[in-house]
């Protein structure tokens, strides 16, 4: 198996001072609570609220018909299916999602912007972990003026995306804690 070859940095002077500028935003969200819609590569449908606590923690809860509940509590992201009753841990820091979580965020070292886009009313940036590249991206969207996150969109490995689009944004609210702990009992 050969390793995969480093993402490739842009390096154009305008689009380092979009990133800068993305990071500067996404370093004043300490908080968020939003409705979101999901849509996944094969056209499903999903809706609910998403909870962001920084640093490494978030929560979504979607509405029925779908029974999933996805947690980070700062260490790992935690899928819960209450349908099927089953539970899986992935280390945060292995998810694209982890970029959006961290207190001081850094759009190098650790990932890569492999991509800027950036026309009068949107900011786009394709993010690789700068190690793996091939093991998928993630997209971050803004508006611009001002710049607010609207929307994510994620690629696996397999080139399957979902999307993550947000609605009624509030940034710096307090948020109880335990939204951002999983206990395995409240859920059998």
Do not use: C
Request: hydrophobic share 45%.
């Amino acid at each position: 198996m050969s390793a995969a070859s480093p993402a490739v940095a842009v390096v154009d002077a305008e689009d380092r001072a979009q990133i800068a500028r993305v990071e500067a935003y996404l370093d004043t969200i300490k908080t968020m609570q939003a409705d979101f819609l999901q849509i996944d590569s094969a056209g499903g449908i999903a809706e609910g609220a998403v909870y962001m606590r920084k640093p490494g923690r978030m929560r979504f809860e979607y509405k029925p018909p779908a029974q999933i509940l996805v947690v980070a509590d700062g260490l790992w992201l935690v899928f819960h299916d209450k349908e099927l009753k089953e539970t899986t841990r992935l280390p945060l820091s292995a998810t694209p999602v982890n970029i959006l979580l961290k207190e001081n965020v850094q759009l190098s070292g650790d990932v890569t912007v492999t991509k800027v886009q950036h026309d009068a009313n949107t900011l786009r940036l394709t993010i690789v972990d700068t190690d793996n590249p091939d093991e998928g991206n993630i997209v971050l969207i803004f508006s611009d003026n001002p710049l607010q996150l609207r929307q994510w969109l994620v690629t696996d490995a397999q080139g399957q995306v979902t999307s993550i689009s947000l609605g009624k944004v509030e940034k710096n609210i307090k948020l109880n804690a335990e939204l951002f702990t999983f206990f395995d009992s409240d859920y059998e």
